[in-house]
């Protein structure tokens, strides 16, 4: 979310934005029923304002009546004035939340995905002097994964790991997490049952509210309850990241300078409803419901170039960690078209997938400046003794799925084996994983 003032000065920059990122927005309207929602309210505070002088003047006066009869109108103005107060402003929270954010200098413009542009690659990809197997018939053979009691139990999109898939999956949540670590990043295991507010907060929500026909998000349906036993009203949704439950961590806190950067590793079970992808990735296990994730997040000033900076040294880990398992990957900036509201600059980092021919995301990393921190409420004081808007910054430093895909078919021989990445092998145990 941006502050009405910054959006009333930028008008123009964010037009062009909101042109270019394909929102449905008219900026004008919002302006128009801003405009409208401050001159209510002040047309509220002033009324209040004259019936506190109306009490001040009973007390003072000996003409009570013609005092009594203003009061009244007063009052019958107020009860005219606040329902339409209500409207303008619900209107107005509704348009704000829509408002994206600008991006950088150096995002490409473009419609969508084949719009991003590709700025490195890394690894050759593998040739095979056999037919190469997909990750299904893998995990089959392998007896590691399997899709079909995972839909029997689990529905559609279920899977079961098994054996050494299990313990391949957990090697590399495990080689992530350490390097995380390593790199300076403060682990936590965050909650994945969380309230609204932190989805809304860090952008998950399209609107003011949990929308289950457009957001890819999972409502709990059991209530909860509170501490003595009433049936709680909060609503709880189950995360799609770590990212929500790490930001809010922070949420309606003031924090030093002196603490920032401040950088956070998170692991979590990750739920994703998938709404908008049915019919898409079909077969196999490449887009499913849940799956694990660790999730790095940066809390910092606000400063523009020093959070590209770090934002460029959370791409850098990733591709650490892409080249520690030898998986060929490129990394794509992303465009104006295929970025989410609150961007402002990011980039996608893709694995090889042999059997399907084509290259697959296996993380994000984005830079929303004060965006979602002011959903969130998280501020710091400066030097000066200034009350700002940190800068939130998230990035995958590594998923559970795709990998593992990549791992299966990148790696496999012609025996039907496939070799255990040397830096997970004293998690799996062997060096190779051989058909059953």
């Keep these: ?6 959006i009333r000065e930028n008008r123009e920059a964010l037009k062009e934005t909101i042109k270019n990122k394909g929102i449905d927005l008219d900026l004008g309207n919002l302006l128009a029923t801003d405009e409208k929602r401050v001159g209510l309210m002040r047309e509220i505070e002033d009324l209040q304002a004259e019936k506190n002088k109306l009490n001040d003047e009973m007390r003072s006066t000996d003409d009570k009546k013609k005092v009594i009869v203003r009061g009244k109108e007063i009052k019958e103005k107020i009860a005219e004035l606040e329902p339409q107060y209500k409207e303008a402003k619900r209107q107005f929270d509704e348009l704000m939340v829509r408002v994206p954010n600008l991006v950088s200098s150096d995002t490409p413009v ?3 995905s084949d719009d991003n542009a590709e700025v490195e690659k890394w690894g050759d990809i593998p040739k095979f002097d056999f037919g190469p197997k997909d990750h299904v018939q893998l995990g089959k053979d392998l007896d590691i994964l399997d899709l079909e009691r995972g839909a029997k139990v689990g529905g559609y999109r279920g899977y079961y790991l098994k054996n050494e898939g299990t313990l391949l999956v957990m090697a590399l949540m495990m080689h992530a997490m350490q390097k995380m670590v390593e790199c300076g990043y403060k682990p936590m295991i965050p909650p994945t049952l969380v309230k609204s507010f932190a989805l809304f907060g860090s952008g998950y929500f399209s609107g003011l509210e949990y929308n289950g026909e457009v957001d890819e998000v999972y409502q709990v349906a059991t209530s909860d309850k509170e501490v ?8 709880k949704f189950l995360v799609g990241t770590a990212e929500p439950s790490l930001l809010a961590y922070y949420s309606d806190e003031v924090l030093e300078e002196s603490r920032l950067p ?6 979590s079970q990750c739920y994703r409803s998938e709404i908008g992808s049915y019919g898409k990735d079909t077969k196999g296990f490449y887009r499913v419901h849940e799956f694990m994730k660790i999730e790095q997040v940066v809390i910092t000033a606000a400063n523009m170039a020093e959070s590209n900076k770090l934002q460029d040294e959370m791409v850098s880990i990733s591709k650490e960690i892409h080249r520690d398992l030898g998986l060929p990957y490129r990394l794509l900036q992303i465009c104006t078209g295929d970025m989410s509201p609150g961007k402002h600059r990011a980039f996608d980092i893709e694995v090889w997938l042999p059997a399907s021919n084509r290259w697959a995301e296996t993380g994000s990393a984005s830079n929303f400046l004060d965006w979602q921190a002011r959903r969130l409420n998280v501020k710091y004081i400066d030097k000066e003794g200034n009350r700002k808007f940190v800068y939130m910054l998230n990035n995958t430093a590594l998923p559970s799925v795709r990998p593992f895909i990549a791992i299966l078919e990148n790696y496999q021989q012609k025996d039907g084996s496939v070799v255990v990445p040397e830096v997970l092998r004293k998690y799996v145990g062997k060096d190779v994983i051989g058909v059953k």
Excluded: A
Aim: glycine share 14%; charged share 40%; with cysteine.
């Design 1 to 6: 979310m941006l502050d009405i003032k910054f």
């Design 110 to 112: 473009g419609k969508n």
């Design 228 to 235: 003595d036993g009433t049936k709680s009203k909060e609503k």
């Design 262 to 267: 401040i950088r956070i590793c998170g692991y």
